[in-house]
């Protein structure tokens, strides 16, 4: 028999569990919410707004610079770059990785779990130990090899040096460059552009070729080129030409190593915050509102590439060779 009391609690019960299941239906909804609404306020941020603008400090450092001593000091993705294993086990080789894009890349390289060996100058020393340091944190060997790349017993010496200490290869960065403004060319003296087309194109001829009996299907090869390429400015003919070279190399060489499963690729880098601008990249003049006329009215920072070379490399990018990949701020043509 049914007692009045036992309706009245029957009814509470009722009315409590459709209480419970509504808000256990509403939690999901909630949680995706506030994910959302976290992912929004830790990740969106404005591009025209996240580095400096100009007008920037005239400095001037002699040639080849130092990061960590120009005015602001460029962000490489010490701080910011978080790896996610997509490159575990590779072993990498990028020339210039003391500083601007080949820093910003052995950074990267090293948090998706690559070893990473750089070349870089005597000069850059300084630099070069910061990023060996990172690289070691990130807990991946680091190999320094210091040398000038104009000479090209050292190019070799350089691509057998770094296969026997990072035990193999299949990622090369060809990114080292010389780059000297000059307003004239009859301003170019011929020890000048015998040492821009040495180390911009020689170089990444000799080094692609010695590192091509170590590189088996699945490897990848890395140019850094660049909006000059494209469209050169007046006071960098030589530069120019060079970067213009390279582009050229990264597509016969991706037509030529294709059927091999050997992906050739290319980034062409806009307005750039690295030594280059302050070691005789650049005019004074240009220094001081570096980047401001692009879209972005800033330069970009080699931080900002560093996840391209990451996906030219990473496996999962297997279909993509001969292409040229460019970060201009808005501006260039890649």
């Known amino acids: 028999m049914t007692t009045k009391s ?177 307003a004239s060319l009859e301003d170019i003296s011929f020890e000048d552009f015998d040492a821009t087309m040495k180390t911009n194109i020689y170089a990444t001829f000799l080094l692609t070729k010695a590192a091509l009996k170590h590189l088996k299907p699945g490897s990848a090869i890395i140019q850094t080129t660049s909006e000059q390429a494209y469209d050169p400015s007046e006071n960098l003919v030589d530069y120019a030409m060079t970067k213009a070279a390279v582009m050229n190399f990264t597509k016969s060489m991706a037509k030529q190593l294709g059927p091999k499963g050997i992906r050739v690729n290319g980034v062409a880098p806009g307005p750039i915050w690295t030594p280059l601008q302050v070691s005789g990249g650049a005019t004074m003049e240009k220094l001081e509102k570096f980047g401001g006329d692009t879209p972005m009215g800033r330069p970009g920072q080699p931080a900002e590439l560093g996840s391209i070379y990451v996906q030219l490399a990473a496996a999962d990018a297997s279909y993509a060779t001969g292409q040229v990949y460019g970060a201009a701020g808005g501006g260039g043509q890649p």
């Open 6 to 182: 036992t309706v009245e609690i029957t009814r509470r019960l009722l009315v409590a569990g459709t209480a419970l299941g509504a808000a256990a239906a509403l939690l999901p909804r909630i949680a995706f919410a506030a994910a959302s609404t976290k992912k929004d306020t830790t990740h969106m941020q404005d591009p025209t707004t996240k580095y400096p603008k100009p007008p920037f400090k005239r400095q001037e450092q002699p040639w080849p610079g130092l990061a960590s001593k120009m005015d602001p000091v460029p962000d490489h993705g010490e701080e910011s770059y978080k790896g996610s294993g997509r490159l575990e086990g590779r072993k990498a080789l990028i020339t210039g990785g003391d500083s601007g894009m080949g820093r910003a890349a052995a950074i990267a390289y090293a948090r998706e779990g690559a070893d990473v060996a750089i070349n870089y100058l005597p000069a850059e020393e300084e630099d070069a130990r910061q990023v060996v340091a990172l690289i070691e944190k990130a807990g991946r060997k680091a190999v320094a090899i210091p040398g000038d790349l104009r000479d090209a017993a050292f190019c070799q010496q350089l691509v057998d040096q770094a296969v026997r200490e990072l035990g193999g290869l299949d990622i090369l960065v060809n990114n080292a460059a010389r780059q000297q403004q000059r």
